[in-house]
């Protein structure tokens, strides 16, 4: 195994890194679902047993809650937490006004009750998550198993009016079968390409029967993190609309980069 990082991974582990920086004492915290998410939870973790901080976490996945407990972290429902003080998620794109794209790891649903639920969002990323405008990754809505093939075609019908080529909705897979997320449900990918109005089209498409939720967190993070394979990061603070950089030092995460393996 070796003990240098990768410069993507250095990338999520110093922006996971900076983001635990606002994370204090007796904090209810949502915690993210995907690879960059999964840094915090180990960055979290080793300040409980190194530090003795003392966080309760939301998780929003089973896959995000079976590493939380792992790492020490308590875990807990958000029906117990009830309200959160902050939550730290990745994303699969950020625009300039940190509007998003999730799902890309199929836990939207959870992840957009959680970051609602919380007085500040923070979102962890690399740069190649930061886009002019939103729509080359494709975006992800989750539906219902029942008639998913009507809601299929209404959503097609929906975007249709977006001028968009070729095969619009797929359904997401999982080996031979549809994928299912935590809540039994199914995702429908929606591949625009570019999404000039996230704000309307998120809530056009939660009008259609048979959908849950879709990908796009309008309005809802704060600030995102973004980090670089040479230890930098930036920090981008929507409320008072400022940026700042700075350096994370990296002391060889040894004993959380062996978790990786
Ligand atoms: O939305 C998500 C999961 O549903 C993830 O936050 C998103 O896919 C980013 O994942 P990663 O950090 O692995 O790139």
């Given at each position: 195994m070796s003990a240098t990082l990768s410069a993507i991974d250095t990338?999520?582990?110093?922006?996971?890194?900076?983001?635990?920086?606002?994370?204090?004492?007796?904090?209810?915290?949502?915690?993210?679902?995907g690879s960059?998410?999964?840094?915090?939870?180990?960055?979290?973790?080793?300040?409980?047993?190194?530090?003795?901080?003392?966080i309760t976490g939301v998780p929003t996945s089973t896959r995000t809650a079976e590493l939380a407990r792992q790492a020490g972290i308590e875990v807990v429902s958000l029906d117990e937490a009830r309200w959160l003080d902050l939550t730290i998620d990745g994303a699969d794109e950020f625009d300039g006004e940190l509007n998003l794209i999730k799902g890309g790891g199929g836990a939207l649903l959870q992840e957009k009750i959680v970051a609602t639920a919380s007085d500040r969002m923070i979102v962890i990323a690399d740069a190649t998550k930061k886009v002019?405008?939103?729509?080359?990754?494709?975006?992800?809505?989750?539906?219902?198993?029942?008639?998913?093939?009507?809601?299929?075609?209404?959503?097609?019908?929906?975007?249709?009016?977006?001028?968009?080529?070729?095969?619009?909705?797929?359904?997401?897979?999982?080996?031979?079968?549809?994928?299912?997320?935590?809540?039994?449900?199914?995702?429908?990918?929606l591949h625009l390409g570019r999404i000039g109005n996230p704000r309307q089209l998120a809530l056009v498409l939660n009008q259609v029967p048979g959908?849950?939720?879709?990908?796009?967190?309008?309005?809802?993070?704060?600030?995102?993190?973004?980090?670089?394979?040479?230890?930098?990061?930036?920090?981008?603070?929507?409320?008072?609309?400022?940026?700042?950089?700075?350096?994370?030092?990296?002391?060889?995460?040894?004993?959380?980069?062996?978790?990786?393996?």
């Open positions: 990338a999520k582990f110093v922006a996971a890194k900076q983001a635990c920086t606002y994370v204090e004492d007796g904090m209810r915290l949502g915690l993210g679902t960059t998410a999964a840094w915090l939870v180990r960055c979290l973790g080793e300040m409980v047993e190194q530090d003795g901080l003392r002019e405008t939103l729509g080359a990754f494709p975006l992800p809505v989750e539906v219902i198993p029942f008639g998913w093939q009507t809601t299929k075609a209404l959503l097609e019908e929906t975007v249709a009016s977006l001028d968009v080529m070729g095969e619009t909705v797929t359904l997401r897979m999982d080996g031979g079968d549809p994928y299912v997320t935590d809540e039994g449900n199914h995702i429908l990918d959908v849950v939720e879709n990908g796009l967190f309008i309005d809802i993070c704060d600030i995102v993190i973004v980090g670089s394979g040479d230890g930098s990061v930036s920090v981008t603070d929507i409320n008072d609309g400022t940026t700042r950089t700075g350096r994370i030092e990296i002391d060889e995460p040894a004993n959380l980069f062996s978790e990786l393996d």
